[in-house]
Nanobody, 121 residues
Framework: QVQLVESGGGLVQAGGSLRLSCAASGSIFSINAMGWYRQAPGKQRELVAAISRGGSTNYAESVKGRFTISRDNAKNTVYLQMNSLKPEDTAAYYC???????????????WGQGTQVNVSS
């Protein structure tokens, strides 16, 4: 079992920044890769960014150049630094423990409870 707890969401004006954190506990040795997803009202959940155990990263086109995913293996924590936020970034953000198939991230069965990000115009 893996437990994931997100934090760091909130309300920010367009152009501002937020840093999300995802702390993992439990059977963390089983975690190969981590990803951040988001889901806006009425929309499907989408992958925002992912990072492999070795540090390779993937980003959605919509966030490239603005968001940065990183991990601190000593703290079992993954971060999502979000800069130049836009109103369309408003969503619930979820942390996931998954893996990679080639260069593509796939979600695993462990999800955090989500943290809300609201970006005002």
């Amino acid at each position: 079992q893996v437990q994931l707890v997100e934090s760091g969401g909130g309300l920010v004006q367009a152009g501002g920044s937020l840093r999300l954190s995802c702390a993992a506990s439990g059977s963390i040795f089983s975690i190969n890769a981590m990803g951040w997803y988001r889901q806006a009202p009425g929309k499907q959940r989408e992958l925002v960014a992912a990072i492999s155990r070795g540090g390779s990263t993937n980003y959605a086109e919509s966030v490239k150049g603005r968001f940065t995913i990183s991990r601190d293996n000593a703290k079992n924590t993954v971060y999502l630094q979000m800069n130049s936020l836009k109103p369309e970034d408003t969503a619930a953000y979820y942390c996931n423990a998954g893996g990679y198939s080639g260069s593509s991230y796939y979600p695993g069965g462990y999800w955090g409870q989500g943290t809300q990000v609201n970006v005002s115009s």
